[in-house]
């Protein structure tokens, strides 16, 4: 039923909430209580004067009856009925639903922002689970540990002689289990506490110096105006281990070399004009679209373009960056959808691929990927080149021609999309289609 | 004759702690703890029954036991599970892997004892 016929449900809506009898508000508004019922069944169009009577009687704006819910609600509820594959709810009917029970439909809408806000934190949560091997190694270290000395202890606290050659040997079975032990609680603790202190702490040479980017925005105005890399890195890197510091020097200098090529105002101008359209960039200004793929990542955050995010790897897939955007997350450990174009370029060097992509299983948050492998060193004879790919992804502008796009996942435990023939293991959700293979 | 046990497992501590109390229950214990050897030894060895850590180096405990249960020799083979980990998940895996019985780390040595009887005798076929 559209939306503007259920004027009457909402005009009883607001009537049973302020405890009045149909016929008391027919008779303050000089109708009959037949006829009141009849508009309160929309059954009778009502508009005019008659509305405005209603509508002072009732202490609302009459736009509140005839609008009745607000479209945000209408549109939360359609979100919440498509993204259940299982759903039977009646879509066509979510505005008369929002009309008649505006308390329950925003209690629905509600619990649908409160799900997706904890999904979002089952997945930042398994992911980290599932692709820490840090975490993982140092529990089945403890539990095996832990196994070692129960059992020695068990024996040697079992009635009855044990003979003294086992005896020293379960005593120094347990003293050696137990310094381990000691020593893998004081690691966990120590790694748990960087873990608490922010979602920016990292344990990996590369998480620390993605998380120095991270903290900076992907930004440097230092470098921006000519500071040598080496001093910024310097600076920024203070409290980095020596081989995140070498790593930290090394991207700033690939940053400080991109910024020289490119300056940031006249960049600023051509994104102004052309938006983040890394190949129409490169082409204006004679770049390679990867250069161009990293200057636009590395765009301060008021940048006319918008948010613009980042992955390179290696030839052997690993990621070497990361930049994320709130819709578009990059696993920490590396364990990425093989669906992002970043993969396949690598098979099809200096072609620059574009694909627009949406998260399987969620709704929106479709983003423009570029993707391109271009030799990441000179060229040496005889000798393969050794590529980088990088994927640079923006949110995309709503589909002018239909395009669709294509469902990826941020790891496959987490994945919700069905029969991808990528998946490497399970996942996680719910749906047991999820599970096949 | 006493009864052969093959023990895989990577740990040596536990390694010996288990070797110490199936020996001392007139058990013959074997040990090996690298997975990718694991099958020929079994092959070898014919034991009585199997004891497998599931994370091993070279070959995980379930493919062990995939591979051990498709050999038509060794498919009723009694086989004990140890792992830490001891989630729903793995549990299914191990039965899907054909498991005779599993256990989660940290086991008291009682369980264990009582379990490898129950498997020397027949008596369990299931979760310990």
Not at chain 1, 252 to 257: E, F, G, N, S, Y
Not at chain 1, 337 to 343: E, G, I, R, T, V
Request: hydrophobic share 45%.
């Amino acid at each position: 039923m559209p939306r503007d016929t259920l004027t009457g449900s909402r005009i009883r809506e607001r009537r049973t909430i302020l405890g009045l009898k149909q016929a008391d508000l027919a008779r303050q508004a000089g109708i009959s209580a037949s006829y009141l019922n009849l508009i309160e069944h929309n059954r009778r169009r009502i508009g005019g004067k008659l509305l405005l009577d209603i509508a002072q009687v009732l202490g609302v704006e009459p736009s509140m009856l005839t609008e009745g819910a607000e479209a945000a609600l209408i549109a939360t509820l359609r979100e919440a009925a498509s993204a259940s594959r299982s759903s039977t709810a009646e879509l066509d009917r979510a505005d008369e639903f929002a009309g008649r029970f505006p308390g329950w439909a925003r209690l629905l809408a509600e619990a649908r922002g409160r799900v997706e806000m904890l999904e979002r934190s089952v997945e930042t949560l398994s992911d980290r689970l599932a692709h820490d091997p840090h975490l993982a190694e140092t529990l089945h270290e403890m539990l095996s540990t832990v196994t070692a000395i129960r059992s020695a202890a068990s024996i040697l606290a079992e009635p009855g002689e044990i003979d003294p050659d086992w005896q020293r040997r379960f005593h120094r079975n347990i003293y050696e289990d137990s310094a381990r032990l000691a020593q893998s609680s004081r690691a966990l603790v120590s790694y748990l506490d960087s873990e608490g202190r922010g979602a920016t702490e990292s344990v990996t040479p590369l998480e620390e110096m993605t998380a120095v980017f991270a903290a900076a925005g992907y930004h440097f105005p230092a470098l921006e105006a000519g500071q040598p890399p080496e001093e910024v890195a310097a600076g920024l890197g203070r409290d980095l281990s020596d081989s995140a510091r070498a790593l930290l020097r090394r991207a700033l200098r690939r940053q400080a070399a991109d910024a020289a090529a490119l300056p940031l105002p006249v960049l600023l101008e051509a994104v102004a004009q052309l938006g983040a359209d890394p190949l129409a960039l490169a082409r204006r200004f004679d770049s390679d679209p990867a250069r161009m793929m990293r200057r636009l990542a590395a765009l301060p955050a008021d940048a006319p373009c918008g948010p613009v995010g980042l992955a390179i790897c290696d030839a052997s897939g690993a990621l070497t960056f990361g930049k994320p955007l709130p819709d578009f997350p990059i696993p920490r450990f590396g364990a990425d959808c093989p669906l992002w174009p970043l993969f396949p370029a690598l098979s099809r060097p200096m072609a620059v691929l574009a694909r627009r992509l949406r998260f399987a299983g969620r709704q929106g948050s479709v983003v423009q990927a570029y993707a391109v492998a271009q030799p990441a060193a000179l060229p040496e004879p005889n000798r393969d080149p050794i590529l980088e790919a990088h994927m640079m992804i923006a949110p995309a502008a709503a589909p002018a021609g239909g395009e669709p796009a294509e469902e990826v996942g941020v790891t496959c435990r987490i994945c919700a999309r069905l029969g991808c023939p990528a998946r490497r293991e399970p996942s996680l959700l719910g749906d047991a289609r999820q599970q096949e293979f | 004759m006493s009864k052969h046990v093959l023990l895989i497992e990577d740990e040596p501590n536990i390694i010996e702690a288990i070797s110490f109390i199936l020996s001392r229950e007139g058990l013959k214990v074997e040990t090996h703890s690298d997975g990718t050897t694991a099958n020929a030894r079994l092959r070898g060895a014919r034991p009585d029954l199997v004891i497998l850590d599931v994370m091993l180096p070279g070959k995980s405990g379930y493919d062990i036991l995939r591979d051990l249960r498709a050999e038509a020799g060794l498919a009723d083979l009694p086989v004990l599970m140890l792992t830490a980990r001891g989630q729903t998940r793995d549990r299914e895996m191990a039965e899907r892997a054909g498991v005779s019985a599993f256990m989660t780390k940290p086991f008291s040595n009682s369980e264990m004892l009582d379990t490898v009887r129950a498997l020397m005798d027949g008596a369990l076929n299931g979760d310990a």
